[in-house]
């Protein structure tokens, strides 16, 4: 088990079954309605893909977040880390602010919703502080990053350039992370989601 994040297509977005996003999907859309913007209806169906498409997305939330958490704290505001890794679910338009919705979703008593287009300019800030190194994975359909960092191919980019991000690759996974995470959303049109 554990917590991961993972894109979602239109099927599970909308299911209204026990295990599906249907009732995040019509409350953040009655939401969206109160506020005067359109609702999030075009969420692309799920594909069968091949492994390194991009299409999907999925990591899971293992290492330890106090490096991640210092390096939040030394370089934004509380907000700013709060979008950045607060949310529920992430979604691919812009949000003026979050949006908090009454619903538990079984790792979080209410759902915070915020946009890629929110996160993705606060992650490539950390990237850049850190150093973040181009050979980091750009898709992360089967844990990808997961991959990279924990079982060892990040070693040889940290040994010829070592670097902030070799010096704690937990901090530097989820820098990666989230950046990957607002990437895709916005790439694919599709919400993420903390599960």
């Not at 350039?161 to 959303?185: C, K």
């Amino acid at each position: 088990m554990g917590v991961y994040l993972v894109s979602m297509g239109a099927e599970e977005w909308f299911d209204e079954e026990e295990d599906g996003w249907g009732e995040v999907a019509s409350a953040l859309n009655a939401e969206l309605k109160r506020r005067g913007l359109p609702p999030y209806e075009d969420v692309p169906a799920e594909t069968d893909f091949a492994p390194g498409s991009g299409q999907a997305f999925e990591e899971k939330l293992t290492p330890s977040m106090t490096g991640f958490l210092a390096l939040c704290q030394d370089h934004l505001s509380q907000e700013e880390s709060e979008t950045v890794c607060g949310w529920t679910v992430l979604v691919p338009f812009p949000l003026d602010a979050e949006i908090w919705l009454p619903i538990d979703v079984g790792c979080c008593e209410s759902t915070m919703v915020v946009g890629a287009p929110q996160v993705l300019p606060l992650a490539e800030r950390l990237a850049a502080v850190i150093a973040l190194p181009p050979e980091t994975p750009a898709t992360c359909d089967n844990l990808d990053l997961s991959m990279w960092f924990r079982h060892g191919a990040a070693k040889e980019p940290a040994a010829t350039r070592p670097g902030p991000w070799s010096d704690d690759l937990d901090t530097a996974f989820y820098v990666a992370l989230f950046l990957r995470a607002a990437q895709h959303s916005i790439r694919r049109g599709c919400p993420i989601a903390c599960t």
